[in-house]
């Protein structure tokens, strides 16, 4: 398995408060993304990550921040955490550069953050 | 926008039946396709994938898929499931140098 490491690994909150959830990489891949699985809908792209500092949004990223200050590091912010946002999140990694441009993703083992 | 549809939303088997996941695509363009395998409380897993060449892809754990252009499909099969292939299993596309889309996944139950 890829080295990717998230935490929390389980995560309560309430309404209202802001919660950021990390992803750790060991493979020094360059493209990091985040996505949110929840039944129904498979997985959702909600940022992700070409470079340190380069980020851009994905189809659901209303309510979410991402920073990428080093190459192993992607922040997920959740400004104000709503009842919505209850998922399963799931880091990503990928080569995608040179010949290795369409690589596979290789994901992290989820985080279960529950809003209540 | 580019995406992806799973024919089936839960497929139950019998250990030993033959399996076919149906997965297709909107993208008319050059593609690659990827089956992902979710076991019951961990992350996804990549099965199989395909970049150019054979149609026919062959992956782990005995699955391969087909890529049919002409029909943008990319189905899933395995010819006898086991017990411990009760997972969710998801189809993904990506066009040149884009993002991943991926389909709403499909269930497989298989019985003992």
């Known amino acids: 398995d890829a080295g990717i490491t998230q935490s929390p690994r389980h995560k309560v909150t309430e309404t209202g408060t802001p919660v950021t959830l990390r992803c750790h990489q060991t493979e020094n891949h360059r493209y990091m993304y985040w996505y949110r699985q929840d039944p129904g809908h498979g997985l959702r792209l909600i940022h992700y990550s070409y470079g340190v500092k380069d980020t851009d949004k994905g189809e659901v990223s209303d309510g979410y921040s991402v920073s990428r200050s080093k190459t192993e590091d992607f922040l997920l912010t959740l400004e104000s955490a709503t009842s919505s946002q209850t998922s399963v999140y799931f880091c990503?990694?990928?080569?995608?550069?040179?010949?290795?441009?369409?690589?596979?993703?290789?994901f992290g083992n989820g985080t279960r953050l529950t809003v209540t | 926008a580019q995406s992806v549809s799973q024919h089936n939303h839960h497929v139950i088997l019998s250990e030993a039946a033959s399996l076919e996941l149906g997965c297709n695509y909107s993208?008319?363009?050059?593609?690659?396709l990827f089956w992902y395998v979710q076991y019951p409380g961990q992350h996804l897993q990549l099965l199989l994938k395909?970049?150019?060449?054979?149609?026919l892809v062959k992956g782990i754990k005995g699955f391969e898929a087909e890529f049919i252009k002409s029909k943008f499909s990319f189905n899933l099969r395995k010819p006898s499931v086991q017990w411990s292939d009760t997972a969710e299993y998801f189809c993904a596309v990506r066009n040149y140098g884009q993002n991943f889309v991926f389909g709403p996944g499909t269930r497989l139950s298989v019985l003992p």
């Open positions: 395909y970049f150019s060449g054979d149609p």
């Open positions: 993208y008319g363009g050059t593609v690659n």
């Open positions: 990503a990694i990928s080569e995608s550069e040179g010949r290795l441009y369409n690589s596979p993703l290789h």
